[in-house]
């Protein structure tokens, strides 16, 4: 039996998170998309908290799918900025690192975070 989209991106996404693994000194920016939003959260897997999180959701956001996933990882590293967070690990989630995920990534990188 051929296995779905979705199927096929929860696997990718199990095999990237055995690798990838944040901590309190580099906590995982991790990404979710969806066909209309974009969300993440910063989150420290030692503890299983989210430290910072961020969606295209808050107020301010607004344009094209892309440059909203732009705006929102400006505001998760100025969120993160503000929690003390330099450095994270970026987790795609199983996504392709293209389009708005690359988008959401190089937002984040002018916004001041490190990965």
């Known amino acids: 039996m051929k296995r779905t989209k979705q199927q096929s991106r929860r696997r990718i996404h199990l095999r990237i998170r055995k690798k990838v693994s944040g ?67 970026f987790d795609r989630g199983g996504y392709l690192y293209h389009g708005r995920v690359k988008a959401l990534a190089d937002g984040a990188r002018e916004g001041g975070l490190q990965f």
């Open 23 to 89: 901590t309190n000194e580099r906590p995982r920016l991790c990404v979710y998309r969806s066909n209309k939003s974009i969300y993440c959260q910063i989150i420290d897997d030692l503890k299983g908290h989210t430290l910072v999180a961020a969606s295209s959701h808050e107020e301010g956001i607004s344009g094209n799918k892309t440059e909203q996933a732009i705006a929102v990882g400006k505001l998760v590293a100025e969120k993160a900025k503000n929690a003390g967070i330099e450095q994270v690990k």
